[in-house]
């Protein structure tokens, strides 16, 4: 029994206080939430928000996968619930994610 003990304590023994071990455990569930915002979003699921009675130009942009397509690319997501290219082509939608902030390093 007290092999047991003995290697519980050690596997327990992280050098922390409770305080940093919630702060981790905070962090943690925070960084959960982020990566859960970029992640496929299968359209059964959900599908964008977007403003009504904007102009095919406005319309926001996502990473979308095309059903039966090999790759991932974007398209344009019309109020109408159209997938849209630039070139006016409609697609079939499987899943989309946001797209990530712009590149802003120094070059």
Not at 9 to 23: A, K, N, S, V
Not at 34 to 52: F, G, N, Q, Y
Not at 89 to 104: F, I, K, N, T
């Amino acid at each position: 029994m007290y092999g047991a003990f003995y290697k519980l304590l050690h596997y327990e023994d992280t050098g922390l206080d409770p305080e940093q071990i919630r702060g981790l455990d905070e962090l943690y569930a925070e960084k959960c939430k982020e990566l859960a915002k970029h992640r496929w979003i299968p359209v059964t699921e959900r599908l964008p928000k977007v403003e009504d009675g904007i102009t095919d130009e406005e319309c926001q942009e996502f990473i979308v996968a095309i059903k039966d397509a090999a790759v991932s690319t974007t398209l344009k997501y019309s109020p109408d619930g159209t997938w849209f290219d630039d070139n006016g082509y409609v697609y079939s939608v499987v899943a989309w994610m946001p797209l990530p902030e712009p590149y802003g390093g120094k070059e």
